[in-house]
């Protein structure tokens, strides 16, 4: 019952509520809700920001675009103005080693000293030189004997030809007169025999006498110093002598001695080095050069040298000449080249050393050996792609400062 009083008022609260038709108003269309605008400095730094993004095919046509210029950069440099910073300063230089052996005794030089022509510098024991010196005049004077003896062996021989030759004369004579008395009856035949009989005996002794004489000659080898055996005792004599003087080692020429390597009581064998030797001689500068950039280059050719050791400056230099071989690193089999099999992407460009002189004075602390970076003017210096290399050369010659 009391249920069916409450739905009752709730229809009658209901009617009471219902709004009339007439009094209704048309609602607004419903709208999202909109969002709040930006302020004025947001919006130019977003636009800003738009503006200053690259886009990605700007970024790839920069790019292709500064290949090229470096592509052409270094094509141009290749052929009008090459450059290389595998140069190095060389200069003559000699490695020190005794002509005989010996025991050293005197060490008269330090390491990077220098000297001058002729100078001594070490000094090996001088008394196996000096007994081959005595020994060599025993044999001389031996030989000289020996010539005399045969000498006197020939004068022999020479008087025994002429006693046979005398004896040779009679006996014919003889011959001639037995041979008359047989024919006139006076002696008989039997004596005739005798005589051609002996006849015969001294032309026999004569033939024996001149034999000797021959012997006792080739024997003799002549007189005097033109005999083979004095000659050869002299030669030896001589060859003693000089291995004397090789006892004390001189410098070749001018220059400074490095790399000293020997000490008193060593005992070094003929043609060992000893030391080095680098002659006072100019120096000159050595550079690779790629294949192909030797296109343009030639003699008489200028160049801009920076040295390491001289950083902040450059030099003045003339290309002298360019090698005309390099030795490509093959191995001959039966007189055959042989392939060297590589399983490199790239095989490396092959370089050709440049000699290179200096025009002006060497500076005091480049050494043999040092690092030189040389820009050769292949086209000369009065274009643009020389003036922009000679500033690269300049910005070398600063960076040298640091490394």
Known sequence: MSRLHAVQSTGAALEDDRIEPATLEAAPPATLPETAPLPAPAQE?????????????AIVRILLIFFVLLLGWYVATDRM??????????????????????????????????????????VLDPRPFDLAVKQAEANLAQ?????????ASVAS??????????????????????????????????????????????????????????????????????????????????????NRTFATVTAPTDGVITNLRLAVGQFINAGSPAMTFIG???????????????????????????FDGQPGRLYEGRVQGIAWGI????????????????????E?????????ELLEDWPANVRVGSKVNVLVYAAGDANPIAWIATGLQHLRSYLSFLY
Not at 94 to 112: H, I, K, M
Request: hydrophobic share 45%.
């Open 157 to 242: 021989a020479q008087a025994r030809v002429t006693q046979a030759e005398a004896t040779l004369e009679n006996t014919r004579a003889s011959v001639a007169r037995t041979q008359s008395l047989v024919e006139r009856g006076v002696a008989a035949k039997a004596q005739a025999d005798k005589a051609a009989s002996d006849l015969k005996s001294a032309e026999a002794a004569l033939e024996a006498a001149r034999a000797d004489l021959e012997s006792a000659l080739f024997k003799a080898g002549g007189q005097g110093v033109i005999n083979p055996q004095i000659q050869l005792a002299q030669v030896q004599l001589e060859q003693a002598e000089l």
């Open 280 to 306: 006072a001689e100019r120096p000159w500068i050595m550079v690779d050069m790629r294949e192909n950039q030797l296109a343009n280059i030639t003699a008489g050719a200028e160049a801009s040298i920076l």
């Open 81 to 122: 103005a090459p450059s290389s910073s595998t140069g190095a300063v060389a200069a003559f230089t000699t490695q020190v080693a005794p002509r005989v052996s010996g025991e050293v005794t005197e060490v008269l030089v330090r390491d990077n000293q220098e000297v001058k022509a002729g100078d001594a510098l070490f």
């Open 348 to 356: 490396p460009a092959r370089t050709i050393p440049v000699h290179v």
């Open 45 to 57: 730094e977003a636009a800003s920001k738009a503006r200053r993004r690259p886009p990605a095919k």
């Open 327 to 346: 030795d490509p690193g093959r191995t001959s089999a039966n007189g055959l080249p042989q392939n060297q099999a590589t399983t490199r992407w790239f």
């Open 143 to 151: 030989a000289t004997q020996g010539v005399d003896a045969s000498t």
